[in-house]
Structure formats: structure tokens, C-alpha cells
């Protein structure tokens, strides 16, 4: 499937949250993209599984596809097992694959549950079955690993890895940087609306960034740039850390805060300093 000069957004003359994006989805490939809140991730992840429109762009060679949406529809009028049956309807299929997939995940027990009393991490084990109901040629995962319990999460993990072994395209957002990350073969990073390839380095080793500030950049600095990692007074200014993939953003806000706000120098961080975790 490709993705083509994909632009979007949410109303005409409103701001663009995705522009000319470019993505090759290929059979077998296990696609992660990062990017901060509000990047634009979900969005992109509902072009590629068909449920939003680009506003630009095109996209052709749609597969079969599975989504798992960041915020499942809460309240629906069915039993569990009614909604996987109608799903499972839908794509031509038999019921018992949503019942295998329920007891793998551990939620057989709750197949006569109305959906509106299941707990959230229950509701999270239909989502995702639905998703994998017919054996979907696209996979397409918002935070699907939220809210399962460890035994589902590595259950789904596996799955992902069967899947994709059998050729399915499987792209995931996760908050959790170790996410499946001996399984993924790409890496992506949705930044000022455009998609970037992201840095192979895991986030334990990438390397950081000290910004040197001098002049009347007062206490409230850190807020006014939300991914440092660490904001300290310095000789009459301030020296900052952020992941070295996130500098040129600082940059950019600290230049647009002003000529009171003088950038002494950039330098690499020692190798002490460590990501403890990214989005
Ligand atoms: N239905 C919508 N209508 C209008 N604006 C929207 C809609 N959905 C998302 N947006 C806006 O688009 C931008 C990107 O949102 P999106 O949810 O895609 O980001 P995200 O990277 O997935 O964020 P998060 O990590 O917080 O889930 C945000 O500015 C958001 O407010």
C-alpha cells in the first residue's frame, strides 16, 4: 500500500496536522512510528487503516485491514460475543476464530458480558480481536497494548510476530519505547506534520544535546519547551538537555522566544546523560 503526498486536516483553512506524507507499507514489515502528543500520530494511523480521509494525497493498494483505535466505542448495545459475530459476519468468516482469539488473550469468560460492563483492559481484548478477526493483510495498532494485562500484552506481542511472519503489514503507535522492538523493521517519526525516518538508536543509548543560553531566560524556560529533559540555572543562564532528535525543535522555540534569549553554544551531552524513556 502507499501513501502519497498525504496532507490533513481537520477543516478547510484550519491547520495541516499531516503534510505530504510519503509511506510505503509493504507485506511482512513491522512499522513503528514515535512523535510526541499531538504529532499527528493517531491521524496518521487513521489514513493508513481507512478511517479517515486525507485531505490531500492519495492512497492506493488498500489490503484487508485490522485497526484497534486509540479510544475504543465505549457502550456498545451487544455481548462481546455478539459484536466479534457481527464482525466477524462482515468479513466473510467464521465465528471461532473470534473465540480462539478470545481465550488466547484469556477473555472467554466474558463472551456473554454486555460491552458496556466490561473493564477497560477486557474491552481492550475485544478491540483487538476484532482487529485480528479474518487474518487482516494490514494491521493497524493505536496503543493497542494499553490497558492488557502482561499475559495479553505478550500474547499480542506474539501474535504481531506471527502475522507478520505470515506476511501481513503490521503498523503500531506505542507509548512504550521496548514495544516489540526486536521485531521492527522500521522506524518513523511524525514531526511538524511531515514523516521523518526516525534514529536507529534505541532510546537507552541516543545521544543528547546541551543547549547553553545566556540572557534573561527566567525560571518558566522549561515551559516553554516541553521535551527537555533537564532545565538548570547556569552563570546567568540556563543549559539545557534534550534528546539530540528533539534539538532542532528546542532550537526553534528558543530562537522564536526572542533576542533576549541568547544561545551561547550546542554541544553533545557526556554519555552519562540517558534517555530514560520517549514517546
Ligand atoms: N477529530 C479531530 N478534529 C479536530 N482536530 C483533531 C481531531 N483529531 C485530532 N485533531 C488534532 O490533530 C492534531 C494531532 O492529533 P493526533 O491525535 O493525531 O496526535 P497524536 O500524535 O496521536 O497525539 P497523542 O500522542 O496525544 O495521542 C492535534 O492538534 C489534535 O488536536
Partial sequence: MLLDGIGKRYRIGGPWVLRDVR???????????????????STLLRVVAGIAEP???RVSGRPSTGYVPERFPPALPFTAAQYLRHH???????ASQGTQLLERFGAEQFAGTAMKELSKGTSQKIAVTQALLGDPELLVFDEAWTGLDVAAREELAAVVRERARG?????????DAARLADATDERWVVRDGALHTADEKTPATASRM???????????????????????????????VVDERRSD????????LGPEVHIVAVSQAPPQIRATEES
Wanted: hydrophobic share 40%; glycine share 14%; aromatic share 2%.
Fill in 23 to 41: 509511506l510505503e507499507l509493504r507485506p511482512g514489515r513491522v512499522v513503528r512510528i514515535h512523535g510526541h502528543n499531538g504529532s499527528g500520530k
Fill in 55 to 57: 485531505s490531500k494525497g
Fill in 88 to 94: 466477524a459476519r462482515m468479513r466473510g468468516i467464521s
Fill in 167 to 175: 506476511g501481513a503489514c503490521v503498523v503500531f503507535v506505542d507509548h
Fill in 210 to 240: 546541551v543547549i547553553t543560553i545566556a540572557g534573561a531566560a527566567g525560571s518558566s524556560l522549561a515551559a516553554h519547551l516541553p521535551e527537555a529533559e533537564i532545565s538548570a540555572r547556569h552563570e546567568g543562564g540556563h543549559r539545557i
Fill in 249 to 256: 525543535e528546542s532550537l526553534r522555540r528558543l530562537l522564536a
